[in-house]
């Protein structure tokens, strides 16, 4: 157990719609990122939040947002689904911001969009 | 282009022998690189992460070496179990923020009785 928490664990919706992922990072993590892993993919970096304040971004689409709270909780807000949109979206946790640190990985919310 | 290609796409070995895993990248500056196990349909799990100082880095039957000169790694697999099937994933950090973490696709490895 990592102990980043990532719900829902899975979620099926239809296109045009709107999902929220939730993240909560592992305890005294200040640093949290989001991951979209489609089939067959490597992971790409969609963007990186650093005590409630954007720190990097990455091939985010516009249609996409996201957002990290006072509590160090984040969200994922996807909005105008399509089809291409189904993957794996992973949240990750740090202490630092920087790229030195180890990076902890939730597992994942698995998002269809039929 | 930053880049991290892996070698072989996949692998099926019996339980018990070794295997190794081949990375070249081409991210420049180089921070450090690191390597993942990531489970079917579960998160990335670190392996090992080494530095440009650093050569080779053991976590168990985990062995990772890094050549800086030839931008290129490995990871070894010893005696290898049923559990160890996975993806493995070779990550390059081109420094500063971890948004600079460049991935590669991975090496499925399916440990076989």
């Known amino acids: 157990d990592s102990g980043v928490t990532q719900t829902p664990k899975h979620l099926i919706t239809a296109t045009g719609q709107r999902v929220t992922l939730r993240c909560s990072p592992r305890?005294?993590?200040?640093?949290v990122y989001w991951y979209q892993q489609s089939l067959d993919q490597g992971l790409q970096f969609l963007i990186q939040?650093?005590?409630?304040?954007?720190?990097a971004k990455g091939n985010i689409l516009e249609r996409f947002s996201a957002q990290q709270f006072p509590d160090l909780h984040s969200e994922l807000n996807l909005s105008s689904l399509e089809l291409g949109d189904s993957a794996l979206y992973f949240c990750?946790?740090?202490?630092?911001?920087?790229?030195?640190?180890?990076?902890?990985f939730g597992e994942g919310s698995r998002l269809t969009v039929l | 282009k930053n880049q991290v290609e892996q070698s072989p796409q996949s692998l099926i070995i019996l339980e018990g022998k070794n295997c190794t895993l081949q990375?070249?990248?081409?991210?420049?500056?180089?921070?450090?690189l690191r390597w993942y196990k990531q489970d079917t349909g579960r998160g990335p799990v670190s392996l090992t992460i080494m530095t440009f100082s650093e050569n080779t880095k053991s976590n168990g039957r985990y062995t990772a070496t890094l050549d800086a000169d030839t931008k290129q790694s490995s990871l070894h697999i010893t005696a290898s179990q049923l559990s160890d099937s996975a993806s493995y994933i070779c990550?390059?950090?081109?420094?500063?923020?971890?948004?600079?973490?460049?991935f590669g696709k991975g090496t499925k490895l399916s440990v076989k009785p």
């Open positions: 990750a946790s740090s202490v630092i911001q920087t790229n030195t640190g180890e990076l902890f």
């Open positions: 305890s005294g993590d200040l640093s």
């Open positions: 990375c070249n990248y081409t991210v420049s500056p180089f921070s450090n």
């Open positions: 990550v390059v950090s081109g420094g500063g923020s971890q948004g600079n973490l460049i």
């Open positions: 939040y650093y005590n409630g304040e954007e720190r």
